[in-house]
């Protein structure tokens, strides 16, 4: 059984929706469809995730909003239309938009998020009705039905454990299921959404609840790179990478998924594969939990940018119990995540996101830092790019750190921090952010060309 | 004004005496010395120290130890006759030692630091009587008399702030001072030690108290090498390296001072002058808060095994805020200092000393760290070296890092962990130990051959 979720863009019209269906019909396999509401058709277009939001502010406010329910409405009529479905759908959108509507004088967060749910769970009546009026053995299936419930956390819910045991069940129906993605219910009833990348949860959840053979994510990419495109040109694509490797990655800045949505598949070990819904026949780009080491030591390289290295030293500070732990007990007090902390024996280099940083939390950190910590000095370095080169063949092969140091070294970066932990499946490299192309360029030529 | 600590082997006896004595005189700066108790003439002798802790533990047991008395007035005779000093110098010491004695009713911990004192305090008073002997203008000076204050802690004391004013007046004194090394005066009036290394922080306080040009420690050594004599033959000497050059070289093994002792005269910036007593024309090894950057990037090699690193790996952990916070919590919680913490996106190693681990404590850590963390996975590797280039001149030279990485790839040394902060004054390689010397003499060939 495999579990199939279809991103905005792959349903933001019925030319869309018509493609989705032939890549579920084209597997049989392809039984739990996951839908996100639908997207924008073009560059200048509205999702209508954004109407429903809208619309809800708008009626919250004034207890009237006409026009914006009518633009929700149209959006869908035009894909009812376009699917030559019968124009009673476009009614059951309208009068289901309509009860929500009758929700919004309660609790406005728990309004808002009934609305935004209206653009998944309608979409996926809407799929549901299409593959019905072929002839096909498909249904709608409501999360609620389906127990697939969540913590009372409006647009920031999590997953309660007996969801599983709830919707394993669905493993045993016999049709095409089309699950509406980025909300499920309270243990009151209420609807409750996920965070970002909500449908992307949902399909994790079903995948992992069904124990699926793979969850496939369909987007429109053909597949993920062994570095980032606005950089190299036409890099390799990656046909298989383990989960450790797509995590090391996570600085690439070309991501397709938010990583947080796989947990649950990552703990599952079930194979997460990202397809092009534009170009289903092309392979796409699998996350697996191992995979095979056929494809040279380094799998691809990310980087990013806005760094900043907070640089503290102290005279035996490596004899001193818990001066690491009062460090970072002060940036968590601040509510700053850190990356790494490359170290030497009196010194420590804290690297963490700048945008994490204003004015009046810089000298705080750095005040609390002097004055707690007795520091002989502290700076903050900032603009600099963090470089990582990735790939769990990097363990079996000596000379990987050489042939990397060596191609910054030709290419005239200066490498200010290094960090490379015993897992060895990524070496970071700290640089100033002016170097980040010349060194991505540089270790791409090194290791694909 | 200079300060010179000699230490025990340079004090052995009258010969050695004698030589240290040319040393003092021949530079008239010389005029604040800083003496330890008579050392070893040869392998197989005993310390005077420790014929005193002999002599006061069966004295507080027994009431009395004649045998263990008269050796160490015995060694002290020896060096008595030995520079032609009158009888009654050996008579003073015998006197002193027997007024000491008369301690051993109190508490066994103060009585204990009274009679170790009185190695330092009569070989000072042994010296000062052959300068006087020889017609110099010298003095013993009484740490009591000077206002050399510590902290109540027997064996372990800490000087108290207001010493330094107190010591700054031996600055005008127009006499060749013979100070005894290893200990003070409490508030109260009792003789505390220092922790090891105790004549040299002595010296160290002296040094900063009084502005001294230098701070001269003689030892035994010409000076400190670039690498470890036992694994590299004749290794270059280093004539000079700054603070934290020194303090990233301590893993080497053969560090001749304890780097805790030099933290006055590293806050006063004094420079540190280590020099040999059996051949003082050697220039020795200047150790100084700045250098000439004109001696290569590289200063040293250091290398030190018996690490282990604890492996931690978790699903997006770099997203839990407080993770490495409560990892170092757990870690300060059992008393476990360590060395650096390299680490991925999702996993941390942490090197430590992996003395500090026996059996139970492993077992407990592990298990603090996997349940109150509930971490994927955690794994500790006995048996690792860590390796550390060193130098200043590293941060303005790009290429280092590929240099040294290219060496072990040749050498087929597999770096297992790299750490590297944005001092850019060293380089850590985390390797199996039984790699160590290959990686020590690969690394030496490329920054010294």
């Given at each position: 059984?495999?579990?199939?979720?279809?991103?905005?863009?792959?349903?933001?019209?019925?030319?869309?929706?018509?493609?989705?269906?032939?890549?579920?019909?084209?597997?049989?396999?392809?039984?739990?469809?996951?839908?996100?509401?639908?997207?924008?058709?073009?560059?200048?277009?509205?999702?209508?995730?954004?109407?429903?939001?809208?619309?809800?502010?708008?009626?919250?406010?004034?207890?009237?909003?006409?026009?914006?329910?009518?633009?929700?409405?149209?959006?869908?009529?035009?894909?009812?239309?376009?699917?030559?479905?019968?124009?009673?759908?476009?009614?059951?959108?309208?009068?289901?938009?309509?009860?929500?509507?009758e929700?919004?004088?309660?609790?406005?967060?728990?309004?808002?998020?009934?609305?935004?749910?209206?653009?998944?769970?309608?979409?996926?009546?809407?799929?549901?009705?299409?593959?019905?009026?072929?002839?096909?053995?498909?249904?709608?299936?409501?999360?609620?039905?389906?127990?697939?419930?969540?913590?009372?956390?409006?647009?920031?819910?999590?997953?309660?454990?007996?969801?599983?045991?709830?919707?394993?069940?669905?493993?045993?129906?016999?049709?095409?299921?089309?699950f509406?993605g980025?909300?499920?219910?309270?243990?009151?009833?209420?609807?409750?959404?996920?965070?970002?990348?909500?449908s992307?949860?949902?399909?994790?959840?079903?995948?992992?609840?069904?124990?699926?053979?793979?969850?496939?994510?369909?987007?429109?990419?053909?597949?993920?790179?062994?570095?980032?495109?606005?950089?190299?040109?036409?890099?390799?694509?990656?046909?298989?990478?383990?989960?450790?490797?797509?995590?090391?990655?996570?600085?690439?800045?070309?991501?397709?998924?938010?990583?947080?949505?796989?947990?649950?598949?990552?703990?599952?070990?079930?194979?997460?594969?990202?397809?092009?819904?534009?170009?289903?026949?092309?392979?796409?780009?699998?996350?697996?939990?191992t995979?095979?080491?056929?494809?040279?030591?380094v799998?691809?390289?990310?980087?990013?940018?806005?760094?900043?290295?907070?640089?503290?030293?102290?005279?035996?500070?490596?004899r001193?119990?818990?001066?690491?732990?009062?460090?970072?007990?002060?940036?968590?007090?601040?509510?700053?995540?850190?990356?790494?902390?490359?170290?030497?024996?009196?010194?420590?280099?804290?690297?963490?996101e700048?945008?994490?940083?204003?004015?009046?939390?810089?000298?705080?950190?750095?005040?609390?830092?002097?004055?707690?910590?007795?520091?002989?000095?502290?700076?903050?370095?900032?603009?600099?790019?963090?470089?990582?080169?990735v790939?769990?063949?990097?363990?079996?092969?000596v000379?990987?750190?050489a042939?990397?140091?060596?191609?910054?070294?030709?290419?005239?970066?200066?490498?200010?921090?290094?960090?490379?932990?015993s897992?060895?499946?990524?070496?970071?490299?700290?640089?100033?952010?002016?170097?980040?192309?010349?060194?991505?360029?540089?270790?791409?030529?090194?290791?694909?060309?």
């Amino acid at each position: 059984m495999k579990v199939a979720k279809f991103g905005g863009s792959s349903l933001a019209d019925a030319n869309q929706i018509r493609k989705v269906c032939d890549i579920i019909l084209s597997d049989k396999d392809r039984r739990l469809i996951v839908v996100s509401a639908p997207g924008k058709r073009n560059k200048e277009d509205t999702k209508v995730t954004d109407l429903l939001i809208a619309l809800a502010d708008k009626y919250y406010k004034e207890g009237k909003a006409d026009a914006e329910l009518q633009a929700v409405i149209d959006r869908f009529d035009d894909i009812v239309k376009g699917l030559e479905l019968s124009s009673d759908v476009t009614q059951m959108v309208a009068d289901d938009l309509k009860k929500r509507l009758e929700c919004s004088n309660g609790d406005k967060d728990k309004f808002m998020d009934t609305m935004k749910a209206a653009g998944e769970d309608n979409n996926a009546k809407v799929v549901a009705a299409y593959l019905i009026s072929k002839g096909i053995n498909a249904e709608y299936v409501n999360p609620k039905d389906a127990g697939l419930l969540l913590s009372e956390e409006y647009g920031n819910a999590r997953v309660l454990p007996e969801s599983y045991e709830n919707l394993k069940l669905l493993r045993e129906r016999n049709k095409i299921m089309i699950f509406p993605g980025f909300f499920g219910y309270s243990k009151k009833g209420d609807v409750v959404t996920f965070p970002r990348g909500g449908s992307d949860i949902t399909g994790a959840i079903l995948a992992a609840a069904v124990k699926a053979d793979v969850y496939e994510n369909f987007t429109d990419v053909d597949s993920v790179f062994a570095a980032n495109p606005n950089i190299i040109d036409n890099p390799k694509p990656i046909s298989t990478f383990t989960y450790r490797e797509m995590r090391e990655l996570s600085y690439s800045g070309f991501s397709v998924l938010h990583e947080e949505t796989l947990e649950p598949v990552y703990r599952m070990e079930i194979p997460v594969c990202i397809k092009n819904t534009n170009n289903p026949s092309a392979p796409g780009t699998t996350i697996a939990p191992t995979r095979k080491l056929d494809n040279g030591p380094v799998i691809g390289i990310a980087s990013g940018t806005g760094f900043c290295s907070i640089y503290i030293s102290k005279y035996m500070m490596n004899r001193e119990i818990g001066f690491g732990r009062k460090v970072l007990s002060i940036l968590e007090d601040e509510g700053l995540s850190y990356e790494h902390i490359p170290s030497g024996i009196d010194n420590m280099s804290i690297i963490i996101e700048q945008k994490q940083l204003d004015k009046v939390k810089e000298e705080r950190v750095v005040k609390r830092i002097k004055d707690e910590l007795k520091v002989d000095d502290i700076k903050i370095e900032y603009d600099r790019a963090l470089v990582m080169i990735v790939g769990e063949g990097m363990m079996s092969t000596v000379g990987i750190a050489a042939r990397a140091c060596s191609a910054l070294a030709k290419a005239n970066v200066n490498i200010e921090m290094i960090n490379q932990g015993s897992s060895e499946v990524s070496m970071m490299f700290g640089i100033k952010a002016e170097d980040n192309v010349k060194a991505v360029k540089a270790l791409y030529d090194e290791f694909f060309n």
